[in-house]
């Protein structure tokens, strides 16, 4: 007998006989690769402003967790690998909170990811120059 269960992580088991198979859905991080890099790109500012303000070798609880919820954010974003850079959605999917707490991020850490990560931070200024879709329609209902 197959037995599926879901997580809370958007992970799924699957056990069959006497084996187990833990699957990731993709649903808790990206998978695809302008996201990945966008995601790359955030932890990478996040690490900077980190270490800076929060003194610490390894990301702090506060970060850790904030990085979690972009991740998830990014892996649900509807414009997938059209997505503008957050700054110029029309969506803005984040909560006031998150949104805040990355921004500060970016306002510290943007000047100084030149010279520590210069392909992210050109690929970023890239994405910047681009203009924002609209915002997606809701699927529409069948006229009857
Ligand atoms: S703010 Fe907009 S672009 Fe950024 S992840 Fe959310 S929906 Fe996507
Ligand atoms: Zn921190």
Redesign the pocket.
Known sequence: MIRLSSHAGGSLTIRAMETEIEVRCGRDRPTTPRLLRELRTLEAMTAIFCRDRHGGEVLCESCEALMAYAAK??AV???GED????AK??????GPRQREEVRTIMRYAGPRMTLRHPLLALGHVLDKRYP?PPKPSAPRVRDR
Request: positive net charge; aromatic residues 12%; hydrophobic residues 30%.
């Open positions: 954010r990014l974003c509807p414009f997505k503008p850079v957050c959605c029309q969506i803005h999917c984040y924002a």
